[in-house]
């Protein structure tokens, strides 16, 4: 096996079993930071041995092996210095061998800790990324704008509140399921959405690491519960939006709107995935399961997914499921994203005095200002049309979107 | 593991007598599942003192040790297996006294 081979087995090992390998560990020491160190210190050694020693035949059985006793290692050096403790945990250690079938429970307790409702939402973030997805610290920190040691903080003061408060290592209660379910998917859905659209300006506008790793996590979570109608709709919704991203930005590096994308150069397998999961949960509500949100903007991305162009896009189903969603989210950007549905069906007018009416709470929200631009544009009014382009373009962050805006601006007569 | 309830208000006057009832109702279940360690309402927060004697000649001054809008109202001290099953009860423990509760660990 040449240097090359060696390097790539070692990559998908990384991709394959860092997560079962942390949770492995965690279960067996009872401690995120020992585990996510070892787990680093295996890879580190699998680096090191693996050209000279050949790929060994399972490498999750060595990594996790390996991962063990550098595990075992450290606690005996803490324990030379003082902690009593640790070294009890050791030696007692009394768990049974776990079956193989468990170890993907494993991995499912780590993520439920990872995403735990007391830690603060971005600690939930980064821990996740870390911890389960095996990123860097560095690859994190550059992810989300911060500085490396910065991140470092928020993940170690994680850990410390995981350990001081006892956030348990184990499937949630029957009771609190859903909610913590809902909880995972948001952290994922979170790391979708930086990834498909970068907030900040400092980054490339679509960040292929980002909605690549969030759709892996999901896909894993699916795995793993592979019964539950969200995890199914989050992961359809995430392939069908991932399925435009050939299209998404123009050779020149603007944004382009769905009315304006090469439809030829979407992902037609991701398409036919995330229609096929899409038909599985259409199924599981013809059966009287209650779709939630994830399932229902899935259904409105398989519209648009289904349509050869705008024209052609079923916006009378579209409006449907945005009526559907708004009985469960009444928020006012699924108001926003309606009314874009509204203007096809009923026209610009009709959509803009919808529009109008979220001002008051959306009145900072750049996706606000480029809707009314957009709306305005379409009427005709161009003096408003290019005041609300000019909101849009101070509010937004991502530079794709920018320049998107900015020739649309400069494109009114 | 031992967790600090911190009742937290915002407002003067004591529990009403509906509060005190639920509050009653959730303190027998403490009791009965084995979390009471111990819990207590307290007096408004106009009615403290606080003494300092860290300089040998005890100094006493009239009054919560720090004015805010929000003070702690009562309090319980629960035994509990893990944060999820304590959270659980900080959330029938805040719907009976109708206030909002702080958990948090013992070291």
Redesign the interface.
Known sequence: MNGIDVREAITQAHRAEWARVVAALTRRFGDLDIAEEAAAEAFATAVERWPADGVPPNPGAWLTTTAGRKAIDRIRRENKRDDKHREARMVYDDDPPEPVGAIDDDRLRLIFTCC???LAMEARVALTLRMVAGLTMPEIARAFLVAESAMGQRITRAKAKIK?????YRM??AE?LPARVSGVLAVLYLVFNEGYLATGPGTDPVRRELTAEAIRLTRLIRVLLPGDGEVAGLLALMLLTEARRPARVSAGGELVALDEQDRGAWDTALIAEGHRLVRERLAAAAAGAAPGRFQILAAINAVHTSARDMRDTDWSQVLALYDQLVRLDPSPVVALNRAIAVAELDGPEVALAAVDRLESRLAGYHAYHATRADLLRRLGRGREARAAYDTAIGLAGNTAEIAALTRRRDQLP | MRYLFSVIHDRPGLATPEEDAAIDVFNDRLQAEGHWVFAGGLASPGTATVVDNRGGAAMVTDGPFLESKEFLAGFWIIEAADLDVALRLAAEGSKACNRKVEVRPFA
């Open positions: 735990h409702p007391a001081a408060a006892r956030i348990p949630p209660s609190d």
